[in-house]
């Protein structure tokens, strides 16, 4: 249980700190950017058309492999969650890899993939509220709040630092 996170949606006047975020990927606009990411690795390889876009496990929950038809004949492009969201379409626009069941969907009228990702924070088990509140409000160094969130983590320093 932590007891920090209410008083850290005080303190920072937020009303929750649960997110949801929409959007809409056009085939085009998935297309363009895996021919960007695969001009970056000087792949000349044919992408063709968008046909198809589905994950590899069951949603809700955090994506673990996307998958891409197109139409060039044997062209299946296959992404881990955190490659298609970072490397692919970009974190400004795609704001998570844990996805609402269903999604990616087909949005007709907008001839779009619906995507919509939600969360609380950076899904490494530390909430980014509480942790302020325990800095802020009770004066808790870095090492005590990583304990509190790492229980059984060791944390120590893994360079030297050099005055030179």
């Known amino acids: 249980l932590d007891p920090y996170c209410l008083e850290g949606i005080d303190a920072l006047d937020k009303r929750s700190t649960y997110w949801k975020h929409e959007v809409f990927l056009s085939p085009k606009q998935v297309k363009d950017s895996i021919r960007h990411w695969l001009d970056e690795r000087k792949d000349k ?5 968008v046909q198809d876009i589905t994950v590899s496990n069951p949603l809700p929950g955090r994506v673990k492999n996307i998958h891409i038809l ?17 490397d692919i379409i970009g974190p400004k626009i795609l704001r998570s890899t844990y996805w609402e069941k269903d999604c990616p969907r087909w949005n007709e009228e907008r001839k779009s993939y619906h995507i919509v990702s939600y969360g609380r924070g950076h899904g490494v088990g530390m909430s980014q509220v509480s942790a302020y509140a325990m800095s802020k409000l009770h ?5 005590q709040i990583l304990g509190f969130f790492y229980e059984h983590a060791e944390i120590s320093r893994r360079w030297k630092v050099s005055h030179e």
């Open 139 to 143: 004066n808790m160094s870095a090492r």
């Open 70 to 86: 197109t139409s060039e004949q044997g062209a299946e492009f296959v992404f881990s969650g955190y490659e298609f969201r970072n």
């Open 45 to 49: 390889r044919n992408i063709g058309f």
